[in-house]
């Protein structure tokens, strides 16, 4: 059996922190592939090895990332809540979870090509691009697959939302870069309600990428324009503040991420965070000033890239508190696990 010292060597340090080849995260964990090896690492509620405090599902002190699975020659890696999903060469899926701890693969699903998690899902929602025609799959972990109804062909895909009553808001770009939305409303296309089939964003935009919230998105075109559409506070009722069709943000963004109810946007010089579809009440995140960040994580804000390939995450994955602490990014820690 290979030691701890030799797995750990897979990951890449980089000063204080470490690199991976391909990043996700969820509202309480990260998750990143080294070598075809997933590596995660987050708040300590998972099970693990005493003490409480600083456990993770893996064993591993919270703090740095312990190793998920490094048989598989992952290529595409997704988190939700206490859950993460791996997507091998062979396009077959795999997952492990709070409740079933070893990667097992998924059953039902045909050859896919695309993972990707809701943050907030429970005990994990996910969707999957097929090979075949590029539509969604989507499943909760220990459930049944199922092919969403009526849905076009998609470039790419993001989700949030979530938890014990599915309530998911989900989004695609087609081949022409246009948006398609489904899951719980608004959705951008004019109405408040409701789609089980995806539904065309109004206006005809074209974006480059997508950021998804629950019951909230945005989209950033190539020249930087940021557009968003739904949800304008955490009530679930339909208020005369909610987008129902998208609105411009902010402009001159790079990229863009969001994450249950907070949309984030790198602009020149500095990063933007704001809460749900209104660009108002801006605020920007500490931990970052004068830090190159090249990207954020494939579906979420919490954690982030910088140009050298290290992460960043926000404080709320290390922090046992009942306080939340998701203003504050820091680097992910080298490896280390319990004596």
């Known amino acids: 059996d290979r030691t701890v010292e030799e797995l750990a060597m897979r990951l890449t340090r980089l000063g204080e922190a470490v690199g991976v080849e391909r990043l996700e995260s969820a509202g309480d964990v990260g998750c990143g592939i080294v070598a075809g090896a997933i590596w995660c690492w987050g708040e300590s509620y998972w099970a693990g090895t005493p003490p409480v405090s600083d456990r993770d599902l893996f064993g591993w002190v919270g703090l740095s990332p312990g190793l998920v699975d490094d048989a598989h020659d992952y290529i595409d890696v997704a988190a939700s809540g206490p859950s993460v999903c791996g997507l091998d060469a062979q396009q077959e899926v795999r997952c492990s979870s709070v409740f079933v701890q070893q990667m097992v693969s998924v059953s039902g699903l045909p050859p896919i090509r695309r993972i990707v998690g809701s943050g907030d899902g429970w005990p994990g929602d996910y969707c999957g691009l097929a090979v075949s025609d590029s539509t969604p799959w989507c499943w909760e972990v220990g459930g049944t697959p199922a092919q969403v109804t009526g849905s076009p062909g998609f470039v790419n895909v993001w989700m949030e939302g979530g938890g014990v009553n599915a309530d998911l808001t989900q989004c695609g770009l087609r081949a022409d870069s246009t948006a398609s939305c489904w899951g719980v409303g608004p959705l951008g296309n004019g109405s408040a309600d409701p789609s089980d089939v995806p539904v065309s964003v109004s206006g005809g935009h074209r974006f480059a990428e997508l950021a998804v919230g629950w019951r909230f998105a945005c989209g950033r075109k190539a020249v930087g324009e940021v557009w968003c559409w739904g949800k304008n506070g955490q009530t679930g009722q339909t208020t ?100």
């Open 240 to 339: 005369p503040d909610d987008l129902l069709v998208p609105a411009l943000a902010t402009t001159g963004a790079s990229r863009i991420a969001a994450g249950m109810n907070l949309a984030q946007a790198m602009v020149p010089s500095t990063m933007v965070r704001w809460e749900y579809a209104r660009f108002d009440g801006v605020s920007s995140p500490t931990g970052l000033s004068d830090v190159p960040v090249a990207a954020f994580a494939i579906n979420n804000l919490s954690c982030v890239h910088l140009v050298d390939g290290q992460v960043y995450c926000y404080d709320e994955m290390w922090n046992n508190s009942s306080g939340i602490h998701f203003d504050n990014y820091s680097p992910v820690q080298p490896v280390r696990r319990f004596p």
